[in-house]
């Protein structure tokens, strides 16, 4: 399976600030995935990331606020734009299977705090 | 829409005991289900994927089963070990597109 970096592994941030989170995977992937998980709730699907075209963002996800970059098929940016405390989550990317004996693959997560 | 849910929500048990933990899923019509452990404030561990044609999938101490027509899964942990303490969630595919839908997640206790 896919070996994924991501940074940072948390940070604490001002409201109003941007953070991008970066995320390197070892294996050129066609699909990357962003995911946010509030305090106590499980993942909830934040876009889908295709390289060479735009992002694909879920309901109650916009690209102004969480801008996305893809610029080869190995890395990936979420950026979090104008941040308040409700966006304080934990932050996951994650690569579909690289065949299908394998599942998805996440990245280690970046906790975000904003204060 | 898929959902997904997982009972029960929080267990704690000594040490040396097997457990189950349960996954629900409203829509049978899935590509796969995943397992995965997700310690506190870090980010997912696959453990098992069951694909779905398969019935159960094993490794070491663990064992996932699937019952696709019923919309169950199941993950038998057996001698549980205080290292096993973490979230548990399970994750549907479906037929269609790229959507991954996660359930709600058990969080486990092994007590020393």
Known sequence: SAVISQKPSRDICQRGTSLTIQCQVDSQVTMMFWYRQQPGQSLTLIATANQGSEATYESGFVIDKFPISRPNLTFSTLTVSNMSPEDSSIYLCSVGPLTENYGYTFGSGTRLTVV | ?112
């Not at chain 2, 040490?15 to 870090?42: H, M």
Request: with cysteine; hydrophobic share 30%; glycine share 8%.
């Open chain 2, 1 to 112: 829409k898929q959902e997904v849910t997982q009972i029960p929500a929080a267990l704690s048990v000594p040490e040396g005991e097997n457990l189950v933990l349960n996954c629900s899923f409203t829509d049978s019509a899935i590509y796969n289900l995943q397992w995965f452990r997700q310690d506190p404030g870090k980010g997912l561990t696959s453990l098992l994927l069951i694909q779905s044609s398969q019935r159960e999938q094993t490794s070491g101490r663990l064992n996932a089963s699937l019952d696709k027509s019923s919309g169950r899964s199941t993950l038998y942990i057996a001698a549980s070990q205080p290292g096993d303490s973490a979230t548990y969630l399970c994750a549907v595919r479906g037929n269609t597109g790229n959507q991954f839908y996660f359930g709600t997640g058990t969080s486990l206790t092994v007590i020393p």
